[in-house]
């Protein structure tokens, strides 16, 4: 299993930037998809941007070009940049991976960090 821990989330003026962390421990083999998610209380988890083992990125459209994914393989640790914040990107973010060892596949989740823009 796979430990993610996230950092960097907080209160933020709307214009804004943030940058949030996502380490990764434990058991770490062949990873598949690194990404980020968001959740509003009352509103399903929505995905924000993901980045695949292949190098390709995707972003949901409504961050595109303010957001940024990107990842240090060397420290297991992968980002996400996010300017020009609105008060609409205030949710609770979590990193996820998902691994193939073998023939499992499994998804694994941080315990999500704040973020919050006032306008």
């Not at 962390?21 to 062949?30: L, M, P, Y």
């Not at 980045?51 to 990842?71: E, L, W």
């Not at 990107?89 to 941080?110: E, F, I, K, P, R």
């Amino acid at each position: 299993q796979v430990q993610l821990v996230e950092s960097g989330g907080g209160l933020v003026q709307a214009g804004g930037s943030l940058r949030l962390s996502c380490a990764a421990s434990g058991s770490i083999s062949t990873i598949i998809v690194m990404g980020w998610y968001r959740q509003v209380p009352g509103k399903e988890r929505e995905w924000v941007a993901v980045t695949h083992s292949g190098g390709s990125t995707n972003y949901r459209d409504s961050v595109k070009g303010r957001f940024t994914i990107s990842r240090d393989n060397a420290k297991n640790t992968w980002y996400l940049q996010m300017n020009r914040l609105n008060p609409e990107d205030t949710a609770v973010y979590s990193c996820m991976v998902q691994q193939l060892s073998g023939t499992v596949l499994s998804t694994d989740w941080g315990q999500g960090t704040q973020v919050t823009v006032s306008s």
